[in-house]
């Protein structure tokens, strides 16, 4: 044991702790993804299994399918939910922050839209949002406050803002708690010393707290974009695909490489599109956190 | 908790303005807290209202009590492919827990306490495959686990890809950081192979972690759908996202089927939550320490 050195036998000791979680992330993760660069390039037969290399063809057909832009520019809207998540649940942690009596309750009752299975929440929402026996329109039109239904499901360009409403109101409380975490964790002599110094709660609050709670903002910024962008599970329960106008890439992936219903299974084009995918989540991320560091350092 | 209620102690002094400013500010907050508690809990509730309201217009005011029943929840367990949906998803649910569980917290063993060749560049091909869509690599594995692996219509296949939680790795990890290193020596002293030492010092004093990961994968799998949508055809093998999305357009004339079916698949895991909220809730902090 000591011959063979501490350090070797640790290397040793430690790949074998590291093994199942090598070979579950070279199998499934890894190994997949140079296979999903590669698949770009081909027109792939699924029931072959063989491929004809393309070249950039797949990549050229993207520029060229009217759909792909569609999806593409959806997912980008989809970017609109990101602000209001940050507002609102930022809103909602300093709402349910003090521990006031049934504080814990509440707190409960805005997470449990998070551990609620999306196609649930996705099948519930069409029973509020349905156009014509929908709770929302009856409730509105006994309330006198609209005339006519409102098509929140049907409408091409209202079906978007109405999935994205549903994932707002999934997502809050989720990243309340993260707020909730970034406000417990400001020191409290930071917040006396501020009063000590006469700051007004206002005062207190956008001078003192929200400067500190800039990493917990980024943080939300990213998740919140990246998931946004990724968007699948709310659009295929929603709207299930119908209303072309309001798919969104990932949707549109889906659908280009499994759906049968639409068309042959094109696993090489939806792989391109994927990949496609990629390069604008790593882009984004990296502008999401240059912004957001100079916002952090440079804003005083 | 003594330094939050400080905390609101501070805030009340620092506010001031008397006992009934005071009050009316609380009075405030509890109808904020309560309207959106409805728009948060309101569709749950109308969700459980179209379970069991199975005659009449339901939008009309009952005439008596006649007009509920459970019935749809019988009807669509016996009928639809509910029942082994829900034993599909418990199943799948348990065995990812598990997994992941085990995985990680080896995984994080020797991330936080060896120091051994290639430890930070195993780390690093760790954490980078973060960045990766599950889309981006969604086709070729779903070629490899049915064609290569064949195990489409399988729960198995459901489970193992998402077997290794980055997650998970590095909030164990840093958790392990925080035992101290003297239990480990002493129980090596005592002649404990490195695994027991893992076993029998480092997993029982990160019991927090553990559970806050476990509870995290829970509802994870317990939600997912993609995947299990696209390799499991069988309908035998459903779980019940899948079953639920599937059938969405089979019982549409009956709005309580689907409502009572979207019940039984949100129950376990809302009150699973209920039970142990406080590792959802405060497992956040668990997973921020530093940054």
């Known amino acids: 044991m000591a011959r063979l050195g501490t350090k070797a036998r640790y290397t040793l000791l430690a790949y074998l702790f590291l093994a199942p979680a090598l070979a579950l992330l070279l199998t499934f993760v890894l190994y997949p993804v140079v296979q999903g660069f590669r698949l770009s390039f081909f027109q792939y037969d699924p029931y072959t299994q063989s491929g004809e290399y393309l070249g950039l063809a797949n990549y050229r057909r993207m ?59 996705g099948i519930t929402w069409r029973f509020i949002f349905s156009e014509d026996d929908g709770l929302l329109n009856i409730l509105l039109s006994k309330w006198g406050l609209i005339e006519s239904a409102i098509p929140w499901m049907t409408n091409h360009r209202l079906v978007l803002a109405t999935v994205m409403m549903v994932t707002v109101w999934k997502g809050l409380g989720y990243y309340m708690v993260v ?63 119908k209303i072309r106008e309001a798919i969104t890439l990932v949707y549109y992936i889906y659908e280009t490489g499994f759906d049968a219903k639409i068309g042959p299974q094109d696993y090489g084009y939806a792989s391109a599109m994927s990949v496609m995918l990629f390069l604008i989540l790593v882009a984004f991320t990296a502008l999401n956190l240059f912004l957001m560091r100079r916002g952090g350092y440079g804003g005083e | 908790m003594a330094a939050s209620d400080r905390r609101l102690q501070l805030s009340r002094m620092h506010r001031g303005g008397g006992d009934s400013a005071e009050r009316l500010r609380l009075a405030i907050r509890y109808t904020v807290l309560v309207l959106v508690a409805l728009i948060m809990l309101g569709p749950f509730v109308w969700l459980m209202y179209l379970s069991v309201r199975t005659q009449g217009n339901i939008y009309a005011w009952p005439s008596d009590w006649s007009e509920f029943s459970l019935r749809s929840y019988i009807v669509v367990w016996q009928n639809f492919p509910i029942g082994s949906a829900f034993r599909n998803s ?127 994968t829970l509802v994870a799998s317990w939600s997912n759908f993609l995947w299990p949508l696209i390799i499991l055809q069988d309908e035998a093998k459903w779980t019940l996202p899948v079953a639920l999305a599937t059938l969405t357009g089979a019982f549409v004339d009956r709005i309580s089927y689907l409502a009572a079916g979207s019940i039984i698949a949100i129950a376990p895991v809302i009150v699973f939550f209920l039970i142990l909220q406080r590792w959802f809730l405060g497992g956040m902090t668990v997973g921020a320490v530093k940054g």
Request: glycine share 4%; with cysteine.
């Open chain 1, 63 to 121: 520029w060229d399918d009217p759909e792909f832009k569609v999806a593409l520019l959806n997912s980008f809207r989809y970017l609109i939910v990101v602000p209001v998540i940050i507002v609102l649940s930022l809103a909602l942690a300093v709402l349910v922050e003090p521990l006031i009596p049934g504080i814990h309750f509440f707190r409960a009752a805005y997470y449990i839209p998070v551990v609620t299975t999306m196609v649930v929440v």
């Open chain 1, 179 to 241: 707020f909730i975490a970034a406000l417990r964790s400001i020191p409290m002599e930071l917040i006396e010393a501020a009063i000590v110094d006469g700051a007004k709660p206002r005062q207190l609050f956008w001078r003192v707290k929200l400067p500190l709670l800039w990493p917990a903002i980024t943080l939300v910024a990213v998740i919140s974009s990246i998931s946004a962008l990724q968007v699948f599970d709310e659009i295929f329960v929603m709207t299930g695909g």
């Open chain 2, 90 to 216: 418990v199943l799948v649910a348990l065995g990812q827990v598990v997994l992941v569980v085990l995985v990680a917290s080896l995984a994080a063993y020797p991330l936080a306490r060896y120091d051994f060749y290639g430890r930070e560049a195993v780390f690093l091909l760790i954490l980078s495959t973060l960045m990766v869509p599950f889309q981006l690599y969604l086709i070729p594995l779903y070629v490899f686990v049915t064609k290569v692996l064949q195990l489409n219509n399988s729960l198995v296949g459901v489970v193992l890809p998402f077997g290794c939680s980055v997650f998970g790795i590095y909030l164990i990890r840093q958790f392990y950081a925080t035992v101290p290193r003297d239990l480990e020596e002493a129980a090596r002293v005592d002649g404990a192979g490195e695994l027991r030492v893992w076993w029998q010092v480092m997993l029982p004093l990160t019991k927090p972690a553990v559970a806050t990961l476990a509870v995290f």
